[in-house]
């Protein structure tokens, strides 16, 4: 399978994994709908597309902002006449323990993580289905599958994606339309940076294990395989997958394992 030419819409496409899978399609000749807040950067992701043959379209959004959804998507209609991939990418992450953790700052996680995730999805879904064509992918986590320390709302949000995404799936089971949720590890991206502590201010910094993990590249190159594959569900990383079998199959391991693990 082949994404040339086809209209893929990618959110939190200014840096880490959304800014890699523009450079992925832009690879493969895609027409990239790049979003999210900051305009500037995203001119520069479409730069960097547009050297590799790929057409961009600069579309800066909030995602929480749900009185501009529609207009966004009708921007994106004038300008292609389809669209053929949306890649809910953008989000926020958390670390903060739950006792500590206010509640506006519980809230705020749901309304990227979730509610903007799935209110774009709601507002291009009757037009993939009028096309009886189209590719939804949801960027979950692997604290979409389990809880982990630090994380309670960033999890919750994760699994509440996974609930919508698989009911998806069975509503459309019949119908030419794929769904996939991607649960990626620890990936080398600012997202531990951009975190929210408990009080709503931001993290600050790179935590160790992120540091660790595998780059954003490496990380786009496995999605878009799996993109291709169709893979409802997609675990990114070796330790994450091992947690997600202890968890099905040991779970007193598992349990054990990820009350030692560093939260940070």
């Not at 599958?145 to 309670?152: A, E, L, N, V």
């Not at 997202?191 to 502590?197: F, G, Q, Y």
Request: glycine share 8%; charged share 20%.
């Amino acid at each position: 399978m082949k994404y040339t030419n086809q209209v893929v819409w990618i959110t939190g496409a200014s840096s880490g994994i959304g800014e890699a899978l523009a450079i992925e399609f832009a690879k493969e000749k895609a027409k990239i709908v790049l979003s999210a807040r900051r305009a500037e950067v995203l001119k520069t992701v479409a730069e960097k597309c547009e050297k590799l043959g790929a057409e961009c379209l600069v579309l800066p959004m909030d995602v929480t902002n749900y009185d501009v959804i529609e207009e966004n998507v009708n921007i994106v209609l004038q300008k292609f006449g389809k669209i053929d991939v949306l890649i809910n990418n953008a989000g926020i992450s958390q670390r903060g323990l739950t006792a500590e953790t206010e509640f506006e700052v519980d809230r705020r996680i749901m309304e990227i993580n979730y509610f903007g995730n799935i209110a774009l999805t709601k507002a291009v879904l009757p037009i993939m289905l009028s096309q009886k064509n189209g590719q939804i992918v949801t960027m979950s986590s692997l604290v979409g599958i389990f809880g982990f320390p630090q994380r309670s709302s960033y999890s919750a949000s994760k699994h509440a994606l996974h609930g919508f995404y698989e009911t998806l799936m069975v509503e459309h089971y019949n119908d030419n339309l794929k769904i996939n949720i991607i649960c990626p590890g620890r990936i080398k991206t600012d997202i531990s940076v951009n975190s929210l502590t408990k009080d709503g201010t931001q993290h600050g910094k790179m935590d160790p294990g992120q540091a660790k993990g595998i780059s954003a590249e490496k990380c786009a190159q496995i999605i878009v395989h799996s993109m291709k594959r169709n893979k409802r569900v997609t675990v990114i990383g070796m330790q994450g997958k091992l947690m997600v079998f202890f968890k099905k199959f040991i779970p007193p391991l598992f349990y054990k394992i990820a009350s030692n693990i560093s939260a940070t």
